[in-house]
């Protein structure tokens, strides 16, 4: 069964470093999602993205967050310059408009990030 | 305020017995989803309704649009149940399709 996968799983990096997280979504799916969630609280919005642009952004995705498909299968988070409060599970969905799955979103098993 | 609320935020129930979560939203919505999530962190879709119920195994998700009300069950609980279940509300208010989280139950099954 088709299913999206994340890399890495778990990232340990200093405050200030760039880290890129990276997602290959379901292949014939066009919509994709970013969601973060901090340990202990709810899983949050923070971009999607459509036809190689952004559709819309949280206000978290600030400045620091781009996102990115650079090459029609990966779909990349990039964070540029890491803060103790980005460390967070990471979380990659796609979804197709149509068919059977329609909206509905499948998730990756998510990334680990810790920022030290 | 949250857009999205579940009851109970904690639940402990005995292997076999029937289990109900409840979900309340504020927002308008295309569809909701149940999904899963283990510890260790992945997310797993269980259900995406928009009207009426849906089942799968043990599982029943029921939604009531008039309400902005939806219930997942879980009949003949059993230890590998426990989980935390969260719904997450299908918002077509943006550019596109984004879902709201509510903020999850914890459920335990003891055998």
């Known amino acids: 069964e088709p299913e999206v996968t994340q890399t890495p799983s778990h990232q340990v990096t200093q405050m200030g470093q760039e880290v890129i997280l990276r997602c290959v979504p379901i292949?014939?799916?066009?919509?994709f999602y970013w969601y973060r969630q901090i340990l202990g609280q709810k899983v949050e919005f923070l971009v999607s993205f459509y036809n190689n642009e952004i559709s819309e952004k949280s206000e978290i995705f600030d400045d620091q967050f781009s996102v990115e498909r650079p090459d029609g299968s990966n779909f990349t988070l990039k964070i540029r310059s890491t803060k103790l409060e980005d460390s967070a599970m990471y979380f990659c969905?796609?979804?197709?408009?149509?068919?059977?799955?329609?909206?509905?979103?499948?998730f990756g098993p998510g990334t680990r990030l810790t920022v030290l | 305020k949250n857009e999205v609320e579940q009851s109970p935020q904690n639940l402990t129930a005995q292997e076999g017995e029937f289990i109900t979560i409840n979900c309340s939203y504020s927002v308008g919505i295309s569809a909701l989803h149940w999904l899963q999530q283990h510890p260790g962190g992945g997310i797993v879709s269980l259900f995406m309704?928009?009207?009426g119920k849906k089942k799968h195994g043990r599982l029943i998700a029921t939604i009531n649009i008039q309400e902005k009300h939806s219930s997942l069950h879980i009949t003949a609980s059993h230890p590998r149940d426990s989980a935390v279940y969260i719904c997450a509300a299908l918002n077509y208010g943006g550019a596109t399709n984004k879902l709201i989280f509510g903020t999850g139950t914890l459920l335990a099954v003891q055998p």
């Open positions: 292949s014939n799916h066009l919509y």
């Open positions: 309704l928009s009207s």
């Open positions: 969905a796609s979804s197709d408009h149509q068919g059977v799955s329609y909206n509905e979103q499948f």
